[in-house]
């Protein structure tokens, strides 16, 4: 399972063990949302920091002892960052073709 939010830091769990296994850093603000590929190679994620980031999950779970940092050093396991124009990311999702499809939003306030 994975877990994000006002942290900057995706958090990878073992459920059964009821253990955090990694921690993936390289989003610079909060996190919105999250989704793993059919297969479960990659996760996609997305937030306030106006990025939709792709990570490595295989990469992840060979080196999976918990790297907790302060959340400056982009994790490896990031394979690609995709930046939006102005607009928060608030929905990724994995098509079941493996496509990323990502939804944002942008209100200009007077």
């Known amino acids: 399972m994975a877990s994000g939010g ?6 990878l769990w073992d ?3 009821g ?3 990694k921690e993936l850093h390289g989003h610079t603000d909060t996190i919105h949302s999250m989704s793993f590929s059919a297969d479960g ?3 996609v994620s997305g ?19 918990n790297s907790s940092s302060s959340g400056t050093v982009v994790s490896a ?7 939006t124009k102005n607009a ?18 942008y ?3 007077d």
């Open 88 to 105: 928060t990311v608030h929905y990724v999702q994995f098509s079941s073709y493996n496509l990323v499809s990502a939804a944002g939003a």
């Open 47 to 65: 937030g306030l920091d106006n990025c939709v980031r792709v990570w490595d999950m295989g990469q992840a779970l060979k080196t999976s002892t």
């Open 6 to 11: 006002e942290d900057r830091s995706i958090h």
């Open 19 to 21: 253990r955090l296994l």
């Open 107 to 109: 209100t200009v306030l």
């Open 77 to 83: 396991e990031l394979k690609a960052s995709y930046q």
């Open 41 to 43: 190679t990659l996760l």
């Open 15 to 17: 459920l059964a063990a």
